[in-house]
Each structure stands twice: as C-alpha cells, then as structure tokens.
C-alpha cells in the first residue's frame, strides 16, 4: 500500500521500485512534517521536547564509521577513485549479495521514501530516492535534502538510491564486511547501501561523496564548505572538518546563508547540495549563535540530545551520549537564508582549521599557491564525537578539509580551486579557531568573538589595507593588527608563556606539514615552496 500519491505517481513508485526488486508492503513518500512527526512518537522513535523539536537517539553508533565505508571496485571505479585509508574496496558480488539480502528484509514491510534532489541548482542537481525503515529518518532526510516541488513528485526519477535500513545487521565473514556495520557506495550502478547503524549522518555524508566523484569530470567543483552571501551580494566559503567552525561562523546575522555544510562551484557560481543545516549542538549557547538556537523548533530533529526529563527542553551541555550531539533542520528556518540556496562566485574563501597545538597564527593570508598547499594538507584536529573512538582532539591531516568524502585524488580538487581563484580572483585566508596560549589541555579555544571579527575584517576588505609580518615557520603573512583583536591574539607566540616551548611546537608542526606533504608525490615546485619552512 503505498500512502498519499496521486494514481500516475503511485504506478509509477511502484514500478521503479518493482525494476530494483523492492518490494515493500506499505510505502510511506515524502509525508509532511506534522505526519512524520506524529508517526515518531506513535512508534516510540523519538520524544517530543518542550521547543516542539523531535528528539531520537541513535543507539550505539553516535558518529560516523569511516573504517566500514567501502566503495565497489570496478571497471569504472578501479583507476578513478583514490584507494587507500579512506576509500576502501568492495567486491562487486558481494555488494550484490548484500543488496539481495537488504530487499529480502524489508519485504512485506512499511518503508519511508524520500523522493527530491542533491544540488540547488537545477542545471546540475542530482535526483535522488532514499529508502529507510524509520520515519524519524525519513524526517531526517526530508529536512537535510532539497524538497520537490508537487509537478517535480509527480514525474520523480531518481538517478541515485539510497537505501538505509537501521534494523538490517551484516554477517561479516559472509558478507565481506569488516563489521555488523557497513556504507557502500556503487558509483557504476548508482545504488548506496547502508545497514547496522541509525546515525543520519551517514546517509547525508554519503550522498555528498557521491557528488565528489561525479562531479569533477563536469569542471564542477565539490566543497566540504558553507557559504554565505553579504548585503552587497559578495559569496564568501568556509571551509573546514566537522567542528572547526562552518555552521557557526557562516550563521552570520549580517550576511544570508547559502548552506552550511556542503556546495558546487561551477561557471554560474555557488550553489548548496543541500536543502538543510546539519549543525553540531554540544555547549550550544543562545547569545553566541541565536540563528542556530532559534532555529531548534517543530521539524527540527535533535540526535542523541540529552532532555531533562522534568522540563523537557534540551541540555545542550550535557554530553552523556555523545559530543556529536546535532540538529538537523530546513535551510529556511535561518533568517535570511537563501532559498534557492545559490549564489555568485566567491570573492572570498576562509580555510578553517583547529589547531590543537596552539602555535598556528589565528588569521594569515594566502597566496593561490599558499592555497592549493593548505587545501591540499587539510591540516585540523578531529574533534570529540565527530567519529567513533575520538575523545579529545587529534592533530590531523584531512586533505580537502573533507578527506572523507573524497572520493577522487587530492590534486584532482585542488586543480579545481587553483583554476577557480585565477579566474575569479578570490582573496583565501587561513583562520585558527583552534587552541592558544598553549596546546589541548593547556591552551584555551579561541574566542569566538575574536574570530568572527577577524572574519568580518577578512571579508569586508579591512585585512587589506593593514601591514602584516612574515611567520617564518608556517611560511604565512599574518596582519599585525585588526579592529577589535587585542594584538597579542593575533601572534600566537606572544600568548604563550614559555616562548621556547611555542617554537619547540611549532617547529614540530611544521614538520608534520612537509612530512605529510611528500605523500602527495610529484607537486609544482611552486605548490611546495608556499608551504612551512624546517
């Protein structure tokens, strides 16, 4: 039985399901709000707080599973897809296997569908079709991706599916995976299987990196970013891992949202792959980031948020379950967001990163080289709930800020931003929302206030009218001062007490760079020489 369709758009659910071999005994498409809503707490899925956002937890998986994400090797992906620690191989048989196996569990029984697209523009958007066994899910998805219009339902064919089955365990020494738990992408057949866990997050970071590999064959360039036009329609990118600032610092009361999380940049400019915010919640506070709290109301899903059984509001600072704590709402409940979620090409591009060493200045400018380098390094810290077994900060290197999801080698999507900031001479700044003062543990994060003024200048143009220094080490041109900025924040070594131990932790940084940097192999002399210097 298939729920609320008009007879053309119910023959014809029924007959692509038919096509792949699924066959449900209730369908339940694109379903509004209110009724999802109600369905979650008939079901016991989740609980209604005080603010009307629909709570859930997803149980033992509170993160993603990079280690049980697999891509299938085939014709297609063998020499095209970047093999290694991220990207791990999956036999083609065996994704068959497991694919029968998904529709033999799911037969007879009730099924959410999401019909709507990846990517707000319409030149280049991806229809797509997920396929859960939870309603909170479906409202998970139905929030995150770009909704169809009615005419658009009526005629949907997605070219990607998606199918999510919480309930569904794999049998590893049967199915080839490494665990119960499992993500596997199909770019040859366009099919996406996922099973063992109930984290959302994974269906939404793997329709991004479905849109990673497709993309960059087209001259499109796919952006682990948020982006953000200002009130004279200049687009600004803010790139960054989970953690390091994207939602916040694009979240700008001054300044309308594009996205929050992930974009193509083609000829026509930006746009959003999503229709929704994604946005971590832990120490969530309302003066710091009102757009962000106003914005957890009805429709809006809290994951592993822990409510205070009495009041039933959310406590943000309580991270019993999990530092990953999220909410997942419509585009449209920011303020001033841009809907559809496009703009121009940028004039500006901000590099986040987290530095848990507390030694990288907290804004530098780059050169394009200096970009492609930094770009290509990722340099951050992985940061508490963000991934399973991560428990405080670890300095890493996540080539892309988004190593991930990228399907693809690196120089691949840094010859992109290499051609993109020639053509459209963008400004790229470094910003350090990480530690100062001292390391993880000694130092202390950031000050919010200061970096977004910092941000301000940097996208304003203030920064380019200031003198800078020359940081020897990281090789960066780094401003001496900035309005609002105490001028010790702005060189790191001055915050720190022992200055022999800053240069000892620096130079240890800078080390990490250059070794992780050979990786890469055979990169322009240019490329390599806008990097740290040992």
């Known amino acids: 039985m298939i729920e609320d369709l008009e007879p053309t ?55 993603r599973s990079p280690d049980d994400r697999f891509i299938v090797d085939d014709e297609q992906t063998h020499n095209t897809v ?6 791990h191989p999956f036999p083609n048989d065996k994704f068959d296997n497991l694919f029968e196996k998904m529709k033999k569990h799911i037969e007879n029984k009730e099924i959410f569908v ?3 697209f990846v990517g707000a523009d319409k030149e280049h958007r991806l229809p797509i079709r997920i396929i859960t066994d939870h309603a909170w899910q479906n409202l998970f998805v139905r929030q995150l991706f770009i909704r169809p219009t009615h005419e658009e339902l009526e005629s949907h064919k997605p070219e990607y599916t998606l199918l999510s089955i919480n309930d569904f365990k794999a049998v590893p020494e049967i199915d080839g995976t490494r665990t119960d738990v499992f993500i596997i992408l199909n770019y040859t057949k366009k099919i996406v299987l996922i099973g063992g866990t109930s984290y959302a997050g994974e269906i939404k970071k793997a329709m991004f990196s479905v849109m990673n590999y497709s993309l960059p064959p087209k001259g499109i360039f796919p952006m682990h970013c948020s982006a953000n036009i200002g009130k004279n329609g200049e687009t600004a990118l803010f790139f960054g891992l989970s953690g390091t600032g994207k939602t916040t610092l694009s979240a700008d009361s001054n300044r309308m949202l594009i996205g929050d999380d992930e974009h193509g ?37 809290l994951e592993n948020v822990v409510i205070d059984k009495e009041t039933m ?51 530098a400018k780059l050169t394009k080289e200096g970009a492609m380098y930094h ?17 405080e900060p670890k300095a890493t290197f996540s080539e892309c800020f988004g190593a991930p999801f990228m399907s693809r080698h690196a120089s691949v999507y840094a010859k992109l ?16 929302t990480g ?21 301000t200048a940097a996208l304003t143009g203030e920064l380019g009218t200031v003198k800078y220094r020359h940081d020897d080490i990281f090789n960066l041109d780094v401003p001496i001062e900035c309005n609002g900025v105490p001028s010790e924040v702005l060189n790191p070594r001055n915050t720190w007490s022992e200055k022999d131990a800053y240069d000892n932790s620096a130079k240890k940084l800078a080390q990490m760079f250059v070794e992780n940097f050979r990786k890469f192999g055979s990169v322009s002399k240019e490329i390599v020489d806008a990097g740290p210097k040992i």
């Open 82 to 87: 970047d093999w290694g620690k991220i990207n």
């Open 114 to 116: 999401f019909d709507g």
């Open 265 to 301: 940049w083609s000829d026509r400019g930006v746009f959003n792959f999503e229709g929704g915010c994604y946005a971590k919640c832990i120490n969530l506070n309302q003066d710091a980031e009102p757009q962000i709290w106003d914005a957890i109301r009805f429709g809006t899903v």
């Open 375 to 391: 770009f290509m390094s990722g340099y951050t810290s992985k940061l508490a709930g963000t991934e399973r077994g991560i428990t």
């Open 417 to 432: 931003l290499g051609e993109k900031i020639t053509k459209h001479n963008t400004t790229v700044y470094l910003v350090n």
């Open 9 to 63: 758009s119910t023959r014809l659910l029924v007959s692509q399901l038919e096509q792949i071999g699924i066959k449900p005994g209730k369908v339940q498409r694109n379903s509004q709000v209110q009724d999802l809503v109600n369905l979650i707490v008939e079901k016991n899925e989740g609980t209604m707080t005080a603010n009307k956002a629909i709570a859930v937890k997803t149980g033992k998986y509170t993160g």
């Open 313 to 363: 509001l959310p406590n943000f600072n309580d991270s019993s379950l999990t530092e990953n704590t999220r909410a997942a709402y419509p585009l449209d409940y920011i303020p001033g967001a841009i809907v559809p979620s496009m703009g121009g090409n940028p004039n500006v591009i901000i590099f986040l990163t987290a530095d848990a060493f507390g030694v990288m200045p907290p804004i």
């Open 435 to 455: 530690w100062s003062g001292g390391p993880y543990g000694i130092g202390k994060r950031m000050n919010i206030g200061h970096t977004r003024r910092m941000v």
